[in-house]
């Protein structure tokens, strides 16, 4: 069977972005025809300083909001990155096989690291290497996430290929970036030229999983849009930021196409559209969040969950790194 894998970093809260560019898929993928691995990426978040104890809590709530959202432990393996320490060994094979330029053309670094490209951490700059190994240490075929992971999984082939090339083996497979939906690209609240992030020093800029249903309320309401009335086909959100923003999230909680969206509410004012918006996305995301505190009250529970994720996901992963070595010339 075709194996997914996919991984969040735990360096802050869940988003409504992370929900719908990647958790809502991965619940879907669970339900078809896929073995499913999924991950909280502790290694790479500490590509930027963490404090220990939010980094601890983090990756509990976001092992939480997996389960929450559906991701069931007797279905899909779920695991802590650095539970898992293949998922660092072949990132180090990786970074000897990928080259310094690849990375400095990836606009992710380049976006968070800024002009201050000298300071930064040396895993910030080599974070991709790892990334392939976290997919590639499984050779999943598919892996479902957000459209700013594209340039990344695009690293992750050239990687394979340059492994597969260097050594003269046809070992691990070209994966598939799954970037489907309405919602691959969530905006910022408050500016729609910019991405939903929980890096974002506003707040007001995102929906948090963990949001009560005033918040969420309020922020929809707050939300930056333009003073027309909602066009009654997608082609009219074109250069329209904000409201093709608001109407794709409509679309993507209510599983609907943005065309049939429109058709229910083309010719509304946001003074009536966004209210809606806030019931739907206060009915979706509430049982989330209740689960999610709930679960928060029992960590050990939690523990045990990733500690028995870690041991099935070894026996995937120690034979084919073990194979890699043999590949490489590795003793022992
Ligand atoms: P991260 O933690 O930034 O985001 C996790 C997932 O959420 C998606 N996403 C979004 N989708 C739509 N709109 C948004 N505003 C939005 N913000 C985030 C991301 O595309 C991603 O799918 N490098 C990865 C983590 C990672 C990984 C992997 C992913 C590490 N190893 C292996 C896949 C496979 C990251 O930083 O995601």
């Known amino acids: 069977t075709p194996r997914v894998f996919s991984g969040i970093q735990p360096s802050g809260g869940l988003t409504l972005g992370n929900y719908l560019g990647a958790i809502k898929r991965f619940v879907q993928m669970q339900e078809e025809d896929f073995e499913t691995i999924y991950c909280m990426v502790d290694l790479h978040a500490i590509t930027v300083w963490q404090d220990p104890a939010d980094l601890r809590r983090n990756t509990r709530e976001l092992a939480a909001g997996f389960i929450a959202s559906g991701i069931s432990p007797e279905k899909s393996i779920l695991i802590n990155q650095s539970q898992v320490p293949e998922h660092a060994q072949l990132g180090w094979v990786f970074s000897c096989v990928a080259r310094v330029g690849w990375m400095q053309r990836m606009t992710q670094f380049k976006d968070k690291a800024g002009k201050n490209t000298q300071n930064v ?18 050779h999943a075929t598919h892996v479902p996430v957000g459209e700013d992971q594209k340039q ?14 260097d050594y003269g083996v046809d070992f691990f497979p070209i994966t598939e970036p799954v970037i489907e939906g309405a919602a691959t690209r969530v905006m910022s609240l408050r500016d729609g030229s910019r991405k939903m992030s929980k890096s974002d020093p506003s707040d007001a800029s995102r929906i948090n999983m963990t949001d009560d249903a005033d918040a969420i309320a309020k ?16 082609a009219g959100l074109k250069d329209r930021p904000e409201a093709r923003n608001l109407v794709n999230i409509y679309a ?5 196409s943005v065309d049939q969206v ?10 009536a559209f966004k209210p809606m918006l806030a019931d739907l996305a206060v009915s979706k995301l509430s049982p989330i969040s209740g689960e999610m505190a709930r679960l928060m009250n029992d960590p050990a529970e939690i523990d045990r969950v990733l500690a028995r994720g870690a041991e099935q996901a070894r026996e995937i992963t120690a034979p084919i790194l073990k194979k890699t070595y043999e590949i490489i010339g590795m003793v022992g």
């Open 152 to 165: 990344h999984l695009e690293l992750t082939r050239d990687i394979a290929l340059k492994f597969n090339h």
């Open 252 to 256: 993507a909680l209510s599983e609907q």
């Open 121 to 138: 951490s040396l895993g910030l700059f080599g974070y991709p290497a790892l990334m392939a190994a976290d997919i590639l240490v499984y």
């Open 219 to 234: 922020k929809i309401r707050k939300a930056k849009t333009d003073p027309d009335a909602l066009p009654s086909e997608a």
């Open 262 to 271: 429109l058709r229910e509410v083309g010719g509304q004012q946001f003074g």
